[in-house]
């Protein structure tokens, strides 16, 4: 009675939003009616579901061409056979290897989103992709998430400006974007099973932001689904995320496609919206929800034929999107172009962070060394090939090493020593090779100190690989793997001039060194060109100036989620208790000091802010605010600037967060340059959501505009109020 009862109401409740039907005005509209109206039952169900790993069958008789999916959310992932997991062993998809999202978001510069982006369309147009499955969006929650790498921050604004222009780049080319995860996919411990709950202004301050951005600013083709449970049901399935805020409140009239296995129903996922079933390990593809079993609950009445064909037009119109029915207009493809190149090494350099220099050790003088000490795995080792389903074969991948060797090799005396080694595999993943006593390798130790004694400068490349930041498991904790605290901590002993540089894409306690050597910094996992971009930055040919996107805590334990103890949750459970206080919100309103607090990075040059003033000192809900200031590189190098704008409220009648970001600006300047620069504010923006009255609410009072270059350093404010 309960599963008749359920279905009533969601069939009721589709007739409420079956508006945006098969039926429209425009040429496309009517072109799609016309081939539907032609369509055999079967034939449309064989739209929805995959023919194998990662293809959608066309149907020949009209036209309708193959549909061809790649994972990809920084590079074009290698061809794997139809049915099964095994690469194809081709020996043209070798692609572009760009720095993944965490480094992304770290270059604060939304212009070299919109240039992987479209290096990205070109690749996949080339391997005659239609749809490449990214960009991740979810929200660093908690520093343990195995896909943080791929998930680029904690601020839902940094988030939504470096996604935006990613899709509109991407699918300027004629490749739809997929996306990900759509929602709460915050992580992969338990992913596939855990039910997720949240306050709704939770929900639309934090978690909905970029995923509306990218369906109604970005023009976003295709979402995907994640594996998890939201508020009791599965994401695949759920009717408020998928009828009520996707396709209502956002107008999405793209796919909804599962994540791979991610399908759990046929009657249910169909009335709710999801469109597009994917990669369910059955080989025999008609027996998926939505083939022989959804042609089925038509026949029986418990899918109405106006739902199936609702989901083929959504097919159709992204198909015309990407002008698949006219291969001649698509836009053409390249692989592996110089300028693809520089696009990857860019995004790498300009990610880097500068995260402490006492005594300005960096950068160095290469032609005033005589020797080097570089240690580490991570100097040798390569990471593109890792993370699963981001996992890209590249053309070619410069280690740190390799890129020193090639560059300063032949006037400085290079001495390697591995100094840790790799005591995990991706199958123990991450709960193998921890840090501690256990697994210090004393060998390996000494050998690093007695290179170390004999080098003017030693380099120690650690951190983390993708047995820890990874797809489907989570990190154990936030200690550097392999016992690498302890051997920084004997290296720097043995010489002070001791510069570490963290390979990783997720957050790592560093409370163990930061006092121990002068010098860190942070290159994330740098793509293809990974070590030519760090050797710059240490040798100063490039002024490093990326900004943490995620604030880096002293211990886990100051995060909020495991302040808490709401990760990863209880009996499946997970209840996201710190609310609207994720990340930097956190840390500023409980006055918590981190080890290196959200947007902070520094750089080899200095920069005055003066004339931060807003255009007006009052302002009304729908006005726009124009603030602007002056800045000024007051050193004697070339560098950029990413500058924050803060916004409190500090008389609200609910809990708002210490400040939260409103815009930023990234400003590079030449030695004794001085620029002024606007910045606009929507009012509106300057909301929160009210619960009591399921809306926005911008109270009237007094704000603080706050500027600076991170979270906690604020250069100056300014007051205003709104009536």
């Known amino acids: 009675m309960k599963a008749f009862v359920s279905t009533l109401f969601l069939l009721t409740m589709y007739a409420g939003y079956a508006q945006q039907s098969v039926k429209g005005g425009s040429a496309t509209e009517q072109k799609i009616s016309e081939l539907i109206s032609q369509m055999t039952l079967p034939e449309k169900v064989s739209l929805l579901h995959g023919n194998s790993k990662f293809y959608v069958a066309g149907i020949k008789r009209l036209g309708i061409p193959e549909w061809a999916l790649s994972d990809g959310p920084h590079g074009v992932r290698a061809e794997v056979n139809r049915h099964d997991w095994a690469y194809a062993g081709w020996t043209n998809d070798s692609a572009t290897c760009f720095p993944p999202g965490t480094a992304l978001a770290a270059t604060w510069n939304p212009a070299l989103a919109y240039k992987q982006g479209l290096v990205l369309g070109e690749e996949a147009r080339f391997r005659k992709k239609d749809i490449l499955l990214g960009p991740g969006v979810n929200i660093i929650r908690s520093p343990l998430c195995g896909r943080n790498f791929e998930y680029m921050s904690e601020d839902p604004l940094l988030v939504s400006r470096m996604a935006v222009a990613y899709i509109k780049a991407l699918q300027s080319k004629d490749v739809a974007v997929s996306v990900k995860h759509w929602l709460a996919n915050n992580q992969e411990a338990h992913r596939d099973s855990v039910d997720v709950s949240m306050s709704e202004r939770a929900l639309r301050e934090i978690y909905l932001p970029a995923f509306k951005a990218a369906v109604m600013e970005g023009g976003a083709y295709t979402v995907m689904a994640a594996y998890n449970r939201f508020r009791g049901e599965w994401c695949s399935e759920n009717e408020y995320l998928n009828r009520q805020l996707l396709r209502k409140e956002f107008g999405f009239k793209g796919v909804l496609m599962t994540d791979w296995s991610a399908a759990h129903t046929t009657v249910k996922a169909a009335l709710t919206g999801l469109d597009l079933e994917m990669g369910t390990d059955k080989n025999n593809y008609n027996e998926w929800y939505f083939a022989d079993p959804l042609i089925k609950a038509v026949e029986e009445g418990k899918v109405p034929q106006s739902v199936v064909d609702e989901k083929v037009a959504n097919v159709l119109r992204v198909m015309f999107n990407t002008k698949m029915f006219d291969e001649q207009k698509r836009a053409a493809g390249k692989m592996n172009t110089p300028e693809h190149q520089q696009a990857a090494y860019n995004s790498a350099a300009e990610a880097a962070v500068l995260l402490q220099n006492n005594g300005k050790l960096l950068p160095l003088h290469f032609d005033k060394l005589r020797s080097i000490a570089v240690i580490g795995d991570n100097a040798t080792r390569k990471h593109c090939g890792g993370g699963l389903s981001s996992e890209i074969k590249t053309l070619y991948e410069i280690t740190p090493l390799q890129a020193l060797q090639q560059k300063f090799g032949d006037k400085v005396k290079i001495n390697y020593a591995q100094g840790y080694e790799k005591q995990s595999t991706f199958k123990e993943g991450n709960n193998a090779g921890q840090s501690g006593s256990a697994n210090v390798n004393w060998k390996l130790i000494d050998e690093a100190v007695a290179v170390a ?44 001039n001791t510069v570490v540089v963290i390979i990783a894409g997720s957050p790592v306690q560093l409370a163990g060194i930061v006092n121990r050597v002068p010098a860190i910094v942070w290159s994330w996992f740098g793509g293809m060109e990974a070590g030519n971009a760090v050797a710059d930055v240490l040798s100063g040919k490039v002024n490093p100036s ?7 805590p002293v211990s886990l334990a100051q995060s909020p989620a495991h302040a808490l103890g709401n990760y990863p949750g209880r009996d499946l459970k997970v209840k996201y208790e710190e609310d609207i206080l994720v990340g930097y919100r956190w840390f500023d309103t409980k006055k918590i000091q981190p080890q290196f607090p959200f947007g902070y990075g520094l750089s080899y040059t200095g920069f005055s802010v003066s004339h931060f003033a807003t255009d007006k000192i009052s302002y009304g809900k729908n006005d726009i605010i124009h603030a602007s200031f002056t800045i000024k590189n007051t050193g004697s190098v070339y560098g950029g600037e990413v500058m924050q704008l803060y916004a409190s409220d500090p008389v609200c009648s609910v809990l708002r967060p210490e400040k939260e970001l409103k815009a930023f600006e990234k400003i590079f300047l030449k030695p004794g340059e001085t620029m002024t620069v606007s910045m606009e504010v929507k009012v509106a923006d300057l909301a929160f959501y009210d619960e009591s009255k399921k809306a926005w609410n911008t109270e009237s009072g007094e704000y603080v505009l706050q500027l600076g270059n991170s979270s906690r350093h604020i250069f100056q404010q300014v007051k205003i109020s709104v009536k």
């Open 546 to 552: 990326g900004k943490l996107p995620f604030t880096l």
């Open 453 to 496: 004694k004999e080098s003017d400068v030693v380099l120690i490349f650690g951190g983390l690989n993708h047995d820890f930041d990874t797809e489907s498991s989570d990190k154990q904790n936030m200690d550097l793997p392999y016992g690498q605290e302890i051997l920084m901590q004997e290296v720097a002993k043995a010489n002070p």
